[in-house]
């Protein structure tokens, strides 16, 4: 990284022009008649100064894995990157270790091929379940998201690239994302969705955070100086850039003031044709007096200290040639460790010599990911039946024959057929899942020995997902698989398995009875038919919990202002929910979940013991241990939940303040467990400061947020108060 002075130095050289190119992108690669990355596919680039040894440095997508072209013109060889799984099948792994490696491997396909910055983590709070971008966030708890999203920029930074926290604050929707007014109380804002960012800047030091696309209380994140400047750097010390995201906000020059640093990709005005070029606002607003030079200087030198250090400036000769092996490890691994199994009647792990009837398209067009720019570009995608067959496992090949030519078949018709949308991104019409005659159904039911019914969503940026049927409620076919399926081989005495390859919440308390196992395997990326096959057979032993409440009904989700108002197209989003987000509601307000916040099943089960509460002068630290009491090995995820005393704040029934996942524990042994919560953490925000009121706390250490297995006691003497 250059010095202070030398940066100093450079900006002091550099002429008005030159400052204003260095805080706006070169404009969409490869679009609007821009030519492409010297990255192709590559989302944005910088402009260079080569006069002062400044190049020009390239910002890649994203949450899953790097996002560029597999492909180049002219060029024979490929570009692929490893698809990991989705950034909420991450934090079902509640493993900082996992997301570190993870970050590691998707730091090192960044360097190798040629790019600087990464745009991810995601990180937006879950706050209702139909946001099209869930699958790209990590959940609905910020402490959790935090944590998450820190372990990743680590293991991204550890490989000398950048990490971008996204999209900075409260954009928790699709719907109208570039122009909704998000409407939130400073306190849900500071507790919940500000949260995690906090976290993640004072852990892991991103290089940058895109500011969101969404207006906050009437004025856009990215020109909002409260939100990057007060907030983001003077109260957590952030030391990284600002660049917004992409054709974000209406004012150049308000962007610069708030504390904006880069607009991102440039060239504004090529899809909104009312705006002038940006280079040229900023010359004029500084000739004009509109925008002091010192405001320019300042955000030229944010943005040079951190490109400073990027490979791009340090001339490095990437390979293009990453470790996509190890990294395929890598991304089996963390899938392995997010499967969340969520009911087992005594059906799973299956006997390894099972005959296995597989049902559902998903099982060939399995969905490896979200789309738009959270989606990859992989060398392949395992679908379950393929990892089913690569496993060697007893899959009926007559049905599985069946599914491969009807899918073929169905998607040669006009109305199957698979369109781009907006972003180029994949349209998959849902194909009918119920064509199988009730005679075939008992054929298959014989000949087997269970059935493993899969059922597939996909969701993606620019749009929600519905509370209608198809999305988050079955469709009345998918329904009717599933029932005579079940009907049919029970009849038979075999048993059913549910495979859920989805990327956020869908209804299952009208019709999970019906079956005798559900496996939440989310979209795991390219390994995901491997992950699958052996979790079910057990050479995995689920080990993930739900960082994000599956409800009963979507009538019951707490933020039913979603998606704003007027309901037909929305301009306004009040929060009205609050702090109430996620378990935050269902525990406070008794609405039962159909899985709580934090569930999810093993093969093996968990003993908790001997919890010990010590306090510390600034935290209390909490030791506890958990025996492995089933016969398998396994790992637990344990949580610790507090809850406050009624004092003058209302308080969320209980919020997590720590976890833990154990290591791999065999039959029979402990791991003893520690887990420090700094007192700070228990503050809630008054409208002024953070307050931690005085009186008796109740730890609830647990193994899922409504399985709490030790509770104990710790006082705070004196209420304690700290400045935001
Ligand atoms: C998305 C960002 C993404 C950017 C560049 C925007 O539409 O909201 O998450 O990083 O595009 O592709």
């Known amino acids: 990284m250059l010095k202070p002075e030398e940066i100093d130095e450079i900006v ?16 969409m690669p490869g679009f609007f008649g821009n030519p492409q990355s010297r990255v192709p596919g590559a989302a944005g680039e910088t402009h260079p100064v080569e006069r002062l040894g400044i190049p020009s440095a390239v910002f890649a997508d994203g949450p899953a894995g790097v996002r560029i072209n597999p492909r180049r013109e002219g060029d024979e060889r490929t570009y692929h990157a490893t698809a990991f799984p989705v950034e909420t099948m991450l934090a079902s792994t509640w493993n900082r270790d996992v997301l570190e490696a993870v970050g590691r491997a998707m730091g090192e396909e960044v360097r190798e091929y040629g790019v600087d910055i990464l745009l991810a983590p995601a990180m937006n709070i879950h706050r209702n379940p139909l946001c099209g971008r869930n699958f790209e966030y990590y959940s609905e708890d910020p402490l959790l998201t935090g944590e998450m999203a820190a372990a990743f920029v680590k293991g991204v930074q550890s490989q000398g690239v950048g990490a971008c926290l996204k999209h900075f604050v409260a954009n928790n929707q699709e719907t109208n994302r570039m122009f909704i007014d998000t409407v939130v109380s400073e306190r849900a ?17 991103p290089w940058a955070v895109m500011s969101a696309y969404n207006k906050l209380n009437g004025e856009y994140c990215s020109q909002s100086r409260w939100l990057l400047t007060e907030v983001l750097r003077r109260e957590w ?5 600002v660049m917004t995201d992409w054709f974000a906000g209406d004012d150049p020059v308000e962007q610069m003031k708030a504390g904006n640093d880069m607009i991102m990709p440039g060239k504004t005005y090529q899809v909104k044709p009312e705006r002038k070029d940006e ?6 607003a500084v000739k004009e007096g509109r925008l002091s030079e010192e405001v320019l200087d300042r955000n030229v030198k944010n943005i040079l200290r951190v490109l400073s250090d990027s490979p791009s400036f340090k001339r490095y000769r990437y390979s293009n040639k990453p470790d996509l092996e190890s990294h395929a490890k890598v991304a089996y691994e963390a899938g392995a460790e997010g499967v969340v199994l969520l009911k087992n009647d005594g059906v799973l792990p299956l006997n390894r010599d099972m005959r296995i009837a597989l049902f ?7 969905v490896k990911g979200g789309t738009g720019s959270g989606d990859t570009h992989p060398r392949y995608v395992v679908s379950i039946l393929e990892g089913m067959r690569e496993r060697n496992l007893r899959v009926d090949e007559e049905l599985a024959e069946t599914y491969t030519k009807y899918v073929s078949e169905m998607r040669k018709r006009d109305e ?47 749009y929600d997902r519905r509370p209608e049927k198809g999305d988050f409620y079955l469709s009345d076919d998918e329904k009717a698989l599933v029932e005579k399926v079940s009907r049919v081989f029970h009849r038979f005495g075999r048993k059913v398995v549910a495979v859920l390859n989805i990327g956020g919440p869908v209804e299952v308390a009208s019709w999970r009875d019906l079956v005798d196992g559900i496996l939440l395997v989310w979209q795991a990326g390219q390994e995901t038919g491997r992950i699958v096959a052996d979790v079910l ?11 994000t409440t599956f409800p009963v009904d979507y009538s019951d989700v707490p933020s039913w202002s979603f998606p704003g108002e007027p309901k037909d197209s929305p301009q306004r989003v009040v929060y009205e929910e609050g702090i109430y987000v996620g378990y935050r509601y269902y525990d406070t307000f008794g609405v039962e979940p159909a899985y709580e916040f934090g569930f999810g099943l093993s093969y093996t089960s968990f003993e908790y013991r001997n919890l010990k509460i010590e306090k510390l002068d600034h935290a209390v630290r909490v030791c506890f241990e958990i025996a492995n009491t089933g016969d ?3 790992k637990e995820v344990a949580q610790v939940y507090v809850r406050a005393p009624k004092g003058k704040l209302d308080k969320p029934f209980q919020e997590l303040k720590g976890f833990h996942k154990t290591r791999l524990l065999n039959p029979g042994e402990t791991e003893e467990v520690e887990v420090e919560v700094d007192l700070r953490s228990l503050a809630s925000f008054d409208g002024e400061m953070w307050v931690v009121e005085k009186g008796e706390y109740e730890v609830r250490v647990g193994a899922s947020s409504r399985d709490i297995r030790l509770t104990g006691r710790f006082t705070v003497e004196e209420e304690l108060r700290y400045n935001p």
């Open 537 to 547: 057979v057990g050479d995995i032993n689920p080990s993930g919990k739900l960082p």
């Open 632 to 634: 398998l090995p396994g």
């Open 279 to 284: 280079v040229e606002e900023i010359v004029n």
């Open 12 to 27: 002091s050289r550099m002429s008005l022009e030159e400052k204003a190119k260095l805080v706006v992108g070169v404009g």
């Open 237 to 241: 010390g952030f030391e990284g850039f």
């Open 416 to 462: 199957y057929r698979v369109r781009r949308g907006i972003f180029g991104e994949p349209l998959t019409p849902r194909l009918p899942q119920d064509f199988l005659s009730e005679g075939e159904l008992e054929r298959f039911a014989e000949k087997n020995d269970v059935a493993v019914v899969v059922l597939s969503r996909v969701s993606g940026e620019g």
């Open 360 to 366: 559902g398209t998903g099982q060939i067009e399995t």
């Open 189 to 205: 804002l500071r507790e919940i969705y500000l949260r995690g960012f906090e976290i993640a800047v004072k852990k892991s030091k």
